[in-house]
């Protein structure tokens, strides 16, 4: 099995909207509901370790621990325009299923998905 | 070339693809797959002239590249997991044929055409791993550096191992639009020959029409059911049966009713017609209607069929275009619908057709556009299309022709 790492991307931009990048209250109803039912998928499939949505990048502090006294400084660690919204980290046998299970999440989420492999602990 | 020099190349087009795909299955890393069968093939070429050449060649060269794999873990100290096993699991009993689904080259074959490569890498993988083309020869043939290729070849096998892109023919719920996809490479090395064969200077990459030919028929023969490999199939073939008629002495492209048919090949030909009437009779007994290169083959097989171009029964090429919008309603397939119309209807109809379509940044809209306006009398309209087409052609073949038939407009 493999793991892998989903984020949702984002924009800043959105973030402040009304609906938060969606189109109305019944649409981010709707997403939270589809996002909800995923998740219960990918349980009972035995594929979910983790998930969860993020707070703003606003919310952010860097902490730089490499020196002799930790430094912190408030925001993001970069300045991009597009940021990580929400992730899941799954369990999978294979890339395939890992691409499969995006496709469904970016449908229930309504938004573009990265995957990624996490290193193995083999 | 001596029989033994043709033994080794006969081999290494028969057999290349069988080892690195036997050996990336039993090992589980391309890497070791093809520098294990690299390293067969020298060994090869160094023995076969002193020993003579086995009679089994493919096993032969399985074996020895076994060994040499085998040999190459031994030596690594650093080895993960799998190799480990694979080596403790290792036999030297041969690999039981299997049925055609589960040919170890259909895995490599969809393994290097994932669609989470890019397509640049899918294409250079495919003729690298599955294809047995060298390093310096796919780069020569994409006319890029050689340590770009080598980069992109690299990057590919390291993405298929960090992100376990697995080693296996898709699920058959998935299997139509993987197929589409290695298709679509396949169809992407030959056009990348087709469409630059006027160019005299890269005459090497011609020899990607008869590469993709090749592979393609590998797909065929391991697919022998599905319609549009078949239709892939026929349509390179119909098209390469037209090469040294497409192109003139002077380095100019020749129109396909222009062309000298006495000089087409008639043996690509018959083969290219065989498989459309295949899979015409597949169709008409209530199997699944044709996809877009069975279409294109079909289109084809009707131009390929008369001696000469005004004999082309161009009803029949409007109807299967008409099919093909149905398939992929795309302004390309409309402008080449046009074409047809312009032979069925005149140019009239033809451009008022073209003239809905939005291709400005297609060469090939603005010379059919020129052809029409020319054949209309309309030779300021027409020349300044000429102008356009050239500006964006990128064939100096094409360029060649183009600028002939602008500078004929003058003397009309």
Redesign the interface.
Same mark, same amino acid.
């Given at each position: 099995m %493999?793991q892998y790492l989903m984020s949702v991307w984002g924009s800043e931009e959105d973030l402040e909207k009304p609906f938060g990048g969606y189109e109305s209250e019944e649409q981010m109803q709707a997403s939270f509901a589809a996002t909800g039912a995923f998740n219960q998928k990918l349980m009972d499939q035995g594929y979910f370790v983790f998930a969860n949505g993020l707070d703003s990048p606003k919310t952010a502090t860097v902490v730089d621990g490499t020196g002799d006294k930790p430094v912190y400084t408030d925001g993001p660690y970069t300045e991009a325009k597009e940021f990580i919204g929400g992730f899941w980290v799954i369990d999978v046998?294979?890339? &395939?299923v890992a691409?499969e299970l995006a496709a469904e999440g970016s449908a229930a989420c309504l938004g573009k998905v990265e %995957?990624? @492999?996490m290193h193995g602990v083999? | 070339m001596t029989d033994v020099d043709e033994a080794i190349t006969r081999a290494h087009h028969e057999e290349w693809a069988r080892v690195v795909a036997s050996l990336t299955r039993r090992f589980g890393d391309l890497d070791i797959a093809e520098d294990a069968a690299a390293e067969a093939f020298a060994v090869a070429v160094e023995r076969w002239p002193l020993d003579g050449v086995p009679p089994n060649p493919g096993a032969w060269l399985t074996t020895t590249a076994n060994r040499r794999a085998i040999d190459r873990i031994r030596r690594e100290s650093k080895r #993960? #997991?799998k190799q480990k096993e694979a080596v403790a699991m290792h036999d030297d009993t041969p690999h039981e044929p299997l049925g055609a689904i589960e040919d170890d080259r259909l895995r490599l074959l969809f393994t290097c055409c994932? @669609? !989470?490569l890019a397509p640049e890498a899918r294409i250079a993988l495919t003729l690298r791993m599955v294809g047995g083309l060298t390093v310096p020869e796919i780069a020569k043939a994409f006319l890029v550096q050689e340590t770009t290729m080598g980069q992109r070849i690299t990057r590919a096998k390291n993405k298929i191992k !960090?992100?376990?892109?697995?080693y296996r023919v @898709?699920e058959a719920a &998935?299997l139509p639009e993987r197929v589409s996809g290695v298709l679509a490479v396949l169809f992407l090395v030959f056009n990348e020959g087709y469409l630059s064969s006027g160019d005299h200077e890269n005459a090497v990459r011609s020899d990607l029409t008869l590469e993709a030919i090749r592979l393609t028929r590998l797909v065929r023969a391991l697919l022998p059911d599905d319609g549009e490999v078949a239709g892939l199939l026929a349509l390179m073939l119909l098209i390469e049966a037209r090469r040294t008629a497409r192109v003139s002495a002077t380095g100019e492209l020749v129109r396909l009713d222009e062309q000298d048919r006495g000089s087409w090949d008639l043996a690509l030909i018959a083969e290219g017609h065989a498989l459309v009437r295949e899979r015409l009779a597949v169709v008409a007994n209530g199997g699944p209607g044709p996809g877009r290169y069975q279409i294109l083959a079909a289109i084809n097989a009707v131009h390929t069929s008369v001696r000469d171009a005004r004999d082309t029964d161009w009803s029949q090429i409007v109807a299967l275009y008409d099919q093909m919008i149905r398939v992929d309603a795309s302004p390309i397939v409309r402008l080449n619908r046009a074409i047809a119309v312009a032979e069925l209807d005149g140019p009239e109809v033809a451009l008022a057709e073209i003239d809905r379509l939005d291709l400005d940044d297609y060469h090939a809209f603005h010379a059919t556009r020129a052809d029409l306006l020319r054949r209309l009398g309309r030779s300021g309209e027409s020349r300044a299309a000429y102008d356009r087409a050239i500006e964006l052609a990128e064939n100096a073949a094409e360029v060649a022709l183009l600028t002939r038939r602008r500078d004929q407009l003058g003397r009309i």
């Amino acid at each position: 099995m %493999v793991q892998y790492l989903m984020s949702v991307w984002g924009s800043e931009e959105d973030l402040e909207k009304p609906f938060g990048g969606y189109e109305s209250e019944e649409q981010m109803q709707a997403s939270f509901a589809a996002t909800g039912a995923f998740n219960q998928k990918l349980m009972d499939q035995g594929y979910f370790v983790f998930a969860n949505g993020l707070d703003s990048p606003k919310t952010a502090t860097v902490v730089d621990g490499t020196g002799d006294k930790p430094v912190y400084t408030d925001g993001p660690y970069t300045e991009a325009k597009e940021f990580i919204g929400g992730f899941w980290v799954i369990d999978v046998p294979n890339l &395939d299923v890992a691409l499969e299970l995006a496709a469904e999440g970016s449908a229930a989420c309504l938004g573009k998905v990265e %995957v990624r @492999p996490m290193h193995g602990v083999e | 070339m001596t029989d033994v020099d043709e033994a080794i190349t006969r081999a290494h087009h028969e057999e290349w693809a069988r080892v690195v795909a036997s050996l990336t299955r039993r090992f589980g890393d391309l890497d070791i797959a093809e520098d294990a069968a690299a390293e067969a093939f020298a060994v090869a070429v160094e023995r076969w002239p002193l020993d003579g050449v086995p009679p089994n060649p493919g096993a032969w060269l399985t074996t020895t590249a076994n060994r040499r794999a085998i040999d190459r873990i031994r030596r690594e100290s650093k080895r #993960d #997991d799998k190799q480990k096993e694979a080596v403790a699991m290792h036999d030297d009993t041969p690999h039981e044929p299997l049925g055609a689904i589960e040919d170890d080259r259909l895995r490599l074959l969809f393994t290097c055409c994932h @669609p !989470a490569l890019a397509p640049e890498a899918r294409i250079a993988l495919t003729l690298r791993m599955v294809g047995g083309l060298t390093v310096p020869e796919i780069a020569k043939a994409f006319l890029v550096q050689e340590t770009t290729m080598g980069q992109r070849i690299t990057r590919a096998k390291n993405k298929i191992k !960090a992100a376990h892109i697995p080693y296996r023919v @898709p699920e058959a719920a &998935d299997l139509p639009e993987r197929v589409s996809g290695v298709l679509a490479v396949l169809f992407l090395v030959f056009n990348e020959g087709y469409l630059s064969s006027g160019d005299h200077e890269n005459a090497v990459r011609s020899d990607l029409t008869l590469e993709a030919i090749r592979l393609t028929r590998l797909v065929r023969a391991l697919l022998p059911d599905d319609g549009e490999v078949a239709g892939l199939l026929a349509l390179m073939l119909l098209i390469e049966a037209r090469r040294t008629a497409r192109v003139s002495a002077t380095g100019e492209l020749v129109r396909l009713d222009e062309q000298d048919r006495g000089s087409w090949d008639l043996a690509l030909i018959a083969e290219g017609h065989a498989l459309v009437r295949e899979r015409l009779a597949v169709v008409a007994n209530g199997g699944p209607g044709p996809g877009r290169y069975q279409i294109l083959a079909a289109i084809n097989a009707v131009h390929t069929s008369v001696r000469d171009a005004r004999d082309t029964d161009w009803s029949q090429i409007v109807a299967l275009y008409d099919q093909m919008i149905r398939v992929d309603a795309s302004p390309i397939v409309r402008l080449n619908r046009a074409i047809a119309v312009a032979e069925l209807d005149g140019p009239e109809v033809a451009l008022a057709e073209i003239d809905r379509l939005d291709l400005d940044d297609y060469h090939a809209f603005h010379a059919t556009r020129a052809d029409l306006l020319r054949r209309l009398g309309r030779s300021g309209e027409s020349r300044a299309a000429y102008d356009r087409a050239i500006e964006l052609a990128e064939n100096a073949a094409e360029v060649a022709l183009l600028t002939r038939r602008r500078d004929q407009l003058g003397r009309i």
